[in-house]
């Protein structure tokens, strides 16, 4: 993200956030919303986010500024993989890289559903893949997606420092 002209002392202005709860409130009355009035909006990716002095910000890299006061070096991880959960315990400051290790579910275009697992192409088992400092890593053939999807998570938590599972 590119650097910013909002200080902290404007967000801390304008805006309270509360630490174990995540959750942003008005600390000024703001286009017809009182003090207290909770802000924020879920984005087409399912951050949430809000405007502040006209431009847009996720609320997890404000609260990360809020808390720290300052931005963050890198990307700003929800550890327990909730884009909406921005209570500080929940959030660190990471590489793109470890960030992409604490992913949680399979895309929405894997047939399995299962995090690590494919279709054996030709065959009637199930293959089990991880990648690791990019490179693609074989895990193995299995009888069935449950077993490649057990193989896959024993890999990722001794492989990936940085996921959270």
Not at 51 to 68: E, P, S
Not at 84 to 104: K, P
Not at 118 to 142: D, H, Q
Request: charged fraction near 25%; charge should be positive.
């Amino acid at each position: 993200m590119a650097a910013s002209d909002l200080t902290v002392t404007r967000l801390r202005e304008l805006l309270h956030y509360d630490q174990s709860t995540g959750v942003f409130t008005r600390a000024k009355a703001h286009a017809g919303r009182p003090i207290g009035a909770v802000v924020g909006f879920a984005d087409k990716d399912g951050y949430l986010s809000a405007r502040v002095d006209g431009k847009a910000y996720r609320l997890n890299r404000l609260a990360w500024f809020y808390a720290h006061g300052e931005w963050p070096a890198g990307e700003v991880d929800h550890r327990d993989g909730v884009k909406q959960d921005n209570r500080l315990t929940n959030l660190r400051d990471t590489s793109r890289a470890i960030n992409a290790q604490n992913l949680r579910q399979a895309r929405s275009h894997n047939a399995t559903q299962l995090l690590g697992v494919g279709k054996e192409p030709g065959t009637k088992r199930w293959r089990a893949r991880i990648t690791v400092n990019g490179k693609l890593k074989r895990l193995g053939s299995f009888p069935t997606p449950e077993a490649a999807h057990a193989a896959y998570l024993i890999a990722k938590r001794q492989l990936h420092t940085g996921n959270t599972l």
